[in-house]
């Protein structure tokens, strides 16, 4: 409501993140977890599937969002 974030809240926060990377539930986040979410943000915005980023597609991803 204020804008500031308790204890509380932060701690809820983190460990709503933590479980969305924990992706197969064993309670620990391994590297590939970690870049899951990374990874797909890249095949989303590479909208001609070359592997590699234009300026144009980043431009266009920050449009968008």
Sequence with gaps: E????SYE?????ALE?????DINGDGIVTGEEFMNPIL???KN??????DVLSK??????????
């Design 2 to 5: 204020n804008g500031e974030i």
């Design 9 to 13: 809240e932060f701690n809820t926060s």
């Design 17 to 21: 993140r933590f479980t969305l990377l």
């Design 40 to 42: 797909e943000r890249f």
């Design 45 to 50: 915005m590479d909208l001609n599937t070359d």
């Design 56 to 65: 144009k597609e980043i431009r266009k991803a920050r449009w968008e969002n």
